[in-house]
């Protein structure tokens, strides 16, 4: 299958978690490609089988996190997808609070089945996400 990550990352932790994402995605025998929100082509990234968007944590720490405006607004530019397997990710330090929801529901407002959420403290692949990659088939 062909994957899409998409990532936004202010200091590289959730760009260095999306890299190590799509290797685990190439060795469970994917094409995968991994972007910055800034750089990936919305087109292109509809086109692929799969995606996975994810966001470095905003908020004040405890209450009022979510992604940022350029995830969403790159989530919002994706044409329909159809019903095409998706994941959300984010790279935080305390807590997350309700963010992936909300992006699962934004990218599901796009036409995602979103079956994959995931959340990392640091920059690297969070555990499930090997399984994830594994049930695209
Ligand atoms: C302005 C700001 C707000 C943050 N708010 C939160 C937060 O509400 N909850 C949390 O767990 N981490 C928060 N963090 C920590 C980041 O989400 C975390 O360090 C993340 O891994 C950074 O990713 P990046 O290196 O890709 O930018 C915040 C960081 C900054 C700079």
Not at 81 to 106: D, E, H, I, W
Request: charge should be negative.
């Amino acid at each position: 299958m062909k994957v899409a990550i998409v990532f936004d990352s202010s200091t590289g932790r959730t760009r260095a978690a999306a890299e190590e994402m799509a290797e685990v995605a190439r060795a469970a025998g994917h094409e995968c490609t991994v972007r910055s929100v800034q750089d990936a082509d919305p087109a292109e990234v509809s086109a692929a089988d799969a995606l996975c968007v994810g966001s470095w944590c905003q908020g004040l720490f405890v209450v009022f996190q979510h992604a940022t405006t350029a995830t969403m607004d790159f989530i919002d530019s994706l044409d329909e997808l159809g019903g095409k397997p998706a994941a959300v990710f984010c790279t935080y330090k305390t807590a997350v609070g309700g963010m992936l929801p909300k992006m699962a529901a934004r990218l599901e407002s796009r036409g995602a089945d979103v079956t994959g959420s995931f959340k990392s403290r640091g920059p690297y692949a969070a555990e499930g996400f090997k399984d994830w990659v594994e049930s695209l088939g």
